[in-house]
């Protein structure tokens, strides 16, 4: 069986994969002062719960844009497993082109996306992540990466109003059922709801006149993924494993002798 474990910003997520079967997956909080003891015994004790004998583990992949809680995840797998993890980096077979000037600066999170975008629904595809920050990545017909946008994420936005507006709330992002508020709780989640809905769909209408292909799927991920996809005229696909399918796609590709 095979471990995969995509390090977020915010949520780490884990899937347990038999073949191409995902047993299971499972979202936790991404703690970087977490001990590789803590994260092994909280791996441990996930697995028992999905009864999952942690013995059946013969594999191990991570991607992370965390370095230190990295370190600890590997060391914990190392420890608690007694396998060398596959850890996503320069120099790992992914089978993606990246059109960056410097590659190095792309995180390992996209190319595993974009991995597997192209393993489940070929090029050209445009990938939405709504994560800590909302990010567009753009994949040619040939599998190239060509680039992207970075954004303030939804929650960091809210969390920004909150922050530096003395007299405005902490909110609840909904979808609310009015774009035009009647108290100022409803007033932001429409601004935020329907900002991001139409930043995402003005953002991909520009990226797809860019990248001058045909059919170019818009596939949305990360934890926001469905409430915006709700309203969004341009998402075609929610698929909210895209990470942990894109590691498992490049365990296998690397795991080829």
């Known amino acids: 069986m095979l471990l995969a474990i995509d390090v977020g910003n915010t949520i780490s997520s884990i899937g347990v994969y038999q073949g191409d079967t995902l047993l ?56 608690y497993f007694g396998i060398d993890p596959l850890v996503v980096e320069p120099g790992v077979k992914t089978g993606i082109n990246i059109k960056y000037e410097n590659p190095r600066e792309v995180g390992t999170d996209k190319i595993v996306n974009a991995v597997g975008a192209l393993k489940l629904y070929g090029g050209p595809v445009i990938i939405v992540d709504f994560g800590t920050a909302t990010t567009f990545c753009a994949i040619s017909r040939k599998g190239d990466y060509l680039g992207g946008i970075i954004c303030p994420g939804i929650k960091i936005s809210a969390e920004a109003l909150f922050n530096k507006a003395s007299m405005l709330p902490r909110i609840e992002i909904t979808k609310p059922k009015h774009i035009i508020g009647r108290t100022t709780v ?72």
Not at 24 to 41: I, K, P
Not at 52 to 65: E, K, L, Q, T
């Open 24 to 79: 299971g997956n499972w979202s936790v909080s991404t703690t970087r002062e977490r001990t590789s003891d803590e994260t092994g015994m909280l791996l441990i004790s996930i697995l028992k719960y999905a009864g999952i004998n942690a013995s059946s583990i013969d594999g191990a992949i991570i991607c992370s844009v965390v370095p230190p809680a990295l370190h600890s995840v590997i060391d914990a797998i190392k420890k």
């Open 186 to 257: 409803n007033s932001m989640q429409s601004g935020i709801y329907y900002g991001f809905v139409g930043q995402t769909d003005y953002i991909v209408s520009l990226m797809k006149k860019e990248m001058k292909e045909d059919n170019i799927k818009v596939v949305a991920t990360g934890g926001m993924a469905n409430l915006i996809a709700s309203e969004s005229t341009m998402i075609d696909e929610v698929n909210t494993l895209l990470t942990l399918e894109g590691l498992k796609v490049i365990y296998q590709m690397n795991s080829i002798v």
